[in-house]
């Protein structure tokens, strides 16, 4: 399985060919991929945790133990890559037939010496900005860590589910990719940034993924959507009048459900891209409504590369656990143009709620045994202060 990178990341690689060269095999030569596809550039490269400094011919000017002995040769992956000349010209079973098109790696070489090498070769790593993407706002293909536009890349790559454009709902991918850009705190409100295997199951992918925006994900009328977490306006007013049955509602949480913490890891140039606790994040409020128990939930954010980002996030997930209201009901035909993701406002005499925002988290379409047509629908309350 081979490792797909987005956004910019500090990862190693897996070595695919070496050998020796030169007299008494003076010369060690390794070739490491770090991704299946083309990227963007090699922002740094570390011997054995230490940043080098490269010349145009790749080899090491600093730091000065290992001028002299060490060249890296930087290979994006692109799609008509060819063979490295240095390599076909020092090593002969390699040709200008191995190009390893497709495949973003390094090409190291090191000298023998005892003295600069005394734990034998060294682990070569790099901070990697990574896949190169399609901004449907625009129509370029760039490099980018905007979360909405790199989910809908896994959605269409052969390595994701291989939709096609006509699968995907562009205006809320578009809608959702302006949100993540917004400023907050002098930076973008998300970004997603980091590195994965192909071995792991499309749903938590997609999972991941969709966590460095808070994000909502659904599949409907033919089309995949998503939304990053920010507060939308209602878009149509319902209230007893389009009710066609009973409406259930459930007003708490289970105990197992509810939490008043949110606790967690990212991983970002602060932590020298090692997972770390970002802050945790708490309400005092909340912890009082639940009798002063505190209880805590673990929500991984390894796409996340600062504390800032995290902690919103965090935040946006232990506020909207404390919107606990879900009604579930069947609406006649005007709930036809709800969709998922949406917010309608609700009035309900008996419930005491005059234009209650609620968020849709599921709708169907369906006949009653009379042949009557009803929407059904599950709501689940919101507020604005979920997203402030």
Request: hydrophobic share 40%.
């Amino acid at each position: 399985s081979h490792a797909v990178i987005y956004g910019e990341a500090r990862v190693g690689g897996a070595i695919f060919y070496q050998t020796n060269s030169g007299t008494g095999d003076r010369y060690f030569h390794r070739c490491i991929a770090f991704a299946g596809h083309e990227i963007d550039s090699y922002t740094t490269i570390y011997v054995d945790a230490e940043a080098v400094t490269l010349d145009g011919s790749g080899n090491v000017t600093a730091p000065a133990k290992w001028v002299g002995l060490i060249r890296i040769k930087q290979l994006l992956g692109t799609d008509t890559q060819a063979a490295d000349s240095d390599l076909v010209s020092e090593i002969t079973e390699w040709t200008t037939a191995h190009q390893a098109k497709g495949i973003a790696y390094l090409y190291c070489r090191f000298d023998f010496n005892a003295t600069a090498f005394p734990n034998g070769l060294p682990t070569v790593t790099a901070l990697v900005k990574g896949k190169k993407i399609l901004d449907t706002r625009t129509g370029t293909t760039a490099w980018s860590d905007n979360p909405a536009m790199i989910v809908r890349d896994y959605l269409i790559s052969d390595y994701g589910l291989a939709a096609t454009s006509s699968e995907i709902n562009e205006t809320l991918f578009n809608v959702a990719a302006d949100i993540c850009e917004e400023t907050v705190a002098s930076a973008d409100r998300y970004t997603c940034n980091g590195a994965f295997l192909l071995d792991a199951a499309p749903e938590s992918l997609l999972r991941v993924l969709l966590s460095s925006m808070g994000g909502l994900f659904w599949y409907l009328q033919g089309q995949w959507a998503c939304r990053a977490a920010s507060y939308v306006s209602p878009t149509m007013q319902f209230n007893e009048d389009d009710l066609r049955g009973n409406m259930r509602s459930s007003t708490r949480h289970s105990r197992r459900d509810n939490f008043n913490i949110v606790r967690g890891i990212y991983r970002g140039p602060a932590t020298d891209w090692q997972e770390t606790d970002y802050t945790e994040v708490t309400d005092a409020a909340f912890v009082t409504e639940d009798n002063g128990v505190e209880t805590a939930t673990d929500l991984p954010l390894i796409f996340t590369d600062t504390d800032v980002m995290a902690q919103r996030i965090a935040k946006i997930a232990l506020r909207r656990n404390r919107q606990q209201l879900v009604v579930s009901a069947a609406f006649g035909l005007r709930a036809l143009d709800v969709k998922v993701g949406d917010t309608i406002m609700f009035s309900n005499t008996r419930a005491n709620w005059t234009d209650k925002v609620f968020e849709c988290v599921d709708w169907r379409f369906g006949l009653t045994s009379n042949m009557d047509l009803q929407i059904n629908m599950i709501l689940s309350e919101t507020d604005p202060s979920v997203f402030t």
